[in-house]
């Protein structure tokens, strides 16, 4: 079993309650990603629905922070099941608050072999991992025990907080433990780069997420994901980032976009 | 009163549920208008969250089309209110049946004048409405109501269909009465041009959406809003389509995003 799948699972209580365990090794400081919460509460949903196990376009909204190494508990409604799509409601709770609700129509995808694509978003051509620097916290000062459980490689120009010139950053994702992203991961890894605005402002807060939208396209073959973001709309303390994911094959896995809050340093 | 404003209105039944009518002239065939409906759903939670009137953030899951000229209901469940963000769930029903299901952020947008903009996307160049065809349903064969109550006019090298060559579409959006959009109304009208998709493809068929993320950042100046939609991601039966809106200034107002399915015509 992978780290993801054992440190994402959840049992069921019935009536469509879960509880799990949010790991401490998925965290960015003391805050556990946010893609990780997400993904704990849609492997309760995936229990419920069988018939459709991979999350086409998943809504996340972030109320308060969750808490590392402590128990939580998923209550799930499921909306409507029909023929192609399921769609649900989830509450991730700990210590007896809300800490995230999520929106997600489940179906079925393809494996990126195959393909019927009439349109599509081509990847970005990025030097070989292995001269790309690895994700560092060095720069915000912070702990980054994420990198426990994820390889994240920067591309080499966009590495160091400004030198992008632009609010854009891109780089490589895997797991520590080389194993396949199924489709529930491929929102983790949309959001596990580091800010974008990083890129043309250097390192000047925190930027905690209101909500965050994935569509899942495909599943992944196996290696490397390949992400790109950019940061097009920052106004009045709000920025919107919209960024993909690819396979090592070049296939679109995954589009994300989120509204985040910009914390300014003092 | 605007048409909009007393044709979304809600009255509250107390416990967070409101009841309400989807008016017959938002329609696109004989389906109510995707927007309109989170814009009937939407008013009920503004009225819930008084100090934060303008939608933030706001994603709609389309489980069954809505009914013209009928009675529906939408229950409220404000999830979180803090100081400058109030969250809530929101389900649309009519004759007993679930028909969207909404999940929102509210706040306190700016007027486009008061901008301290960092970063943003600028307003496509169109030539005058003057010269900008109306949208019509002719070439889909299917009539449209919904031109009744909004002024819809698209870019001439993009108003028939197949005539862009790519999956594009831009034009201009406003009510028939002239009133200005307030923050909720663009939402209405970031879902209310052709699909994208018609531009590269033609008339292929029904395009129902799954899912619409809109997110709204200013409240929109006086005219004439200025839209913009692209198609970059179709396979396997679904699509994505991002686009934004900007007021008569130039500001934008919206980015939104929505997934949909292709249903081709026999």
Redesign the interface.
Known sequence: MTHFASETAVRSLGDGRFEGTVGSLWSIGDNPNGGYLVSIALMAFRQMVPAHPDP??V?A?Y??PGVPDTPCDVAVEV??TGRT?S?G?MTLSQEGK?RI?V?A?FGE??DAEA???????PAPVLPDPSICPERSGEEQGIHLPLLERLDIRIHPDQAKAGAAGE?IVSGYIRFRDDQSPDSIASILMADSFPPS?FG??GVIGWVPT??L?V?V??RAAPGWLVGAFR??????G???E?GALWDSTGA?VA?S?Q?GLLLLND
Chains 1, 2 share one sequence.
């Open positions: 086409l376009t809504t909204h109320l308060r909306v409507r799509l769609t409601r809300t609700e929106l129509a995808l393809r393909r019927e694509t009439d349109i599509s978003i609010p605005v043309s402002h209101i909500e939208t569509h396209r495909r940061t097009d709309d920052l106004n009045d709000r920025m919107i919209s679109l589009q976009r509204i």
